[in-house]
């Protein structure tokens, strides 16, 4: 029995569902840990093309048990809507197959709404937020003002506590930001839609993952985000709520005495970055659409053009060690193919010094990219399904990010299809 964590190594949207959804053939439990609707993991298989938020990304597979953990800010709402979509193509989320942690706090309908109120508030300063609640639901999930997804096992306690909630959260929503409060009557048609819907997928997650590992069964923790994005250890204050790294897995997923045996970490071949905040190497104008276009990268939750620029060294190897990584899974090779030469950030300039040390957060806006260049290799390789037969350019760049990251590269994905890996 081994368990697996895969987690992003940079600022997120690395690549991490496509190896969840490659690796899950070898694992009976699949287990999203931390976050919730507000970014996505793209998925192409035989059902077709998926964006994830809160499903785990084990869900096509027939016979793996996916469980939503504690960690994770659970949005009925959203949920339903996801299963409902996977099902128009196919794939039927039953009890059997998906598990929501009784312990899991469900994100309420104001947290959307006081998300997008906050942000109009900070205007030019905003975080960047996909407005999907998390940042409030998080707040509240650590003053304790949040429903257990147990709780809808039992209704009558429930209800009191809803009004509790409600009469407090009223005094922010309309004291504070002059919004209209919420009734009762609209958290009744909340727990009769959504609510209803996934109580059968409410169980003891500590136990059934307890029964998973003395059966010998492997179990894979499937992050959200990526490193930077890490509340504690992140580019502050432009990060997620939730802690995004393999150490909080334990934790997050409902069995704090459970171990993380490897830690796959996926690193895209070039840098990509939704949201706001620093981003030393990132690129600009008619370069930097030609990357995006060449990667398709827009957000696969809110379609926002991703920020592009050259991988990143510095915040690479800072990233393998807050994550502990001991194997990276290293994205999209493919799309540099079209590079006659291939940019590389290998240090920061701070200061009037070359540094190989990630900054500390206040100090990123100060850093400048140093940019050193490697031979393109000029070919298609989306069809290479051997380390032997990638063009000797791409194998050398791939060893040195290797060598100057620290972590041995074991996967070099070289498309979006489940085959499209390279197993070194």
Not at 246 to 267: F, M, N, Q, R, T
Request: hydrophobic share 35%; net charge negative; aromatic share 8%.
């Amino acid at each position: 029995m081994a368990n697996y964590a895969i987690v992003g190594i940079n600022w997120g949207d690395e690549g991490k569902g496509r190896m969840v959804d490659l690796l899950t053939e070898n694992c009976g439990v699949v287990v999203r840990y931390q976050g919730g609707g507000n970014a996505g993991h793209t998925i192409i298989n035989e059902y077709g093309k998926f964006a994830l938020h809160l499903l785990p990304s084990g869900i096509f597979r027939d016979g793996v048990v996916n469980i939503l953990g504690n960690g994770v800010a659970v949005d009925p709402e959203n949920l339903c809507a996801e299963i409902d979509a996977v099902a128009e193509k196919g794939v039927f989320v039953t009890p059997d197959k998906l598990k929501i942690s009784d312990r899991a706090s469900l994100l309420l309908p104001w947290h959307r709404e006081l998300d997008g109120l906050e942000e109009a508030r900070l205007a030019d300063k905003q975080f960047g937020s996909t407005k999907q609640g998390i940042a409030p639901f998080y707040s509240d999930k650590y003053a304790k003002k949040t429903v257990l997804a147990g709780e809808l096992l039992h209704p009558e306690r429930l209800r009191e506590h809803l009004s509790d909630l409600l009469e407090w959260k009223n005094l922010t929503l309309t004291r504070v930001y002059g919004a209209e409060g919420y009734t009762m009557e609209k958290l009744d048609a909340w727990l009769a839609g959504c609510c209803e819907r996934i109580k059968p997928y409410i169980c003891d997650t500590g136990l059934l993952l307890r029964e998973k590992q003395a059966d010998g069964v492997n179990i894979l923790f499937e992050a959200q985000l990526g490193s930077l994005r890490d509340i504690d250890y992140g580019i502050h204050p432009y990060t997620t709520s939730s802690n995004t790294l393999a150490a909080y897995a334990p934790i997050g997923c409902g069995c704090p005495s459970l171990k993380v045996d490897e830690i796959i970490g996926v690193v895209k071949a070039y840098s990509t970055c939704v949201g706001e905040g620093p981003f030393t190497a990132e690129w600009f104008g008619e370069e930097a659409e030609r990357l995006r276009e060449a990667g398709g990268e827009y957000g696969a939750k809110t379609g926002r053009p991703r920020r592009v620029g050259p991988i990143d060294i510095v915040a690479t190897r800072y990233g393998v060690e807050v994550q502990g990584a001991t194997n990276i899974a290293l994205t999209k090779l493919d799309v540099l193919s079209y590079m006659e030469k291939i940019p590389v950030c290998s240090h920061y300039k701070l200061g009037g010094e070359t540094v190989d040390r990630f900054p500390f957060p206040a100090l990123l806006d100060e850093a400048e990219p140093v940019i050193e260049y490697m031979d393109g290799w000029g070919e298609d390789i989306s069809g290479v399904r051997r380390w032997e037969d990638l063009p000797e350019a791409a194998r050398n760049y791939v060893l040195y990010i290797e060598e100057q990251i620290g972590c041995r590269i074991g996967y070099v994905s070289v498309g979006p299809e489940r085959d499209s890996i390279i197993v070194r």
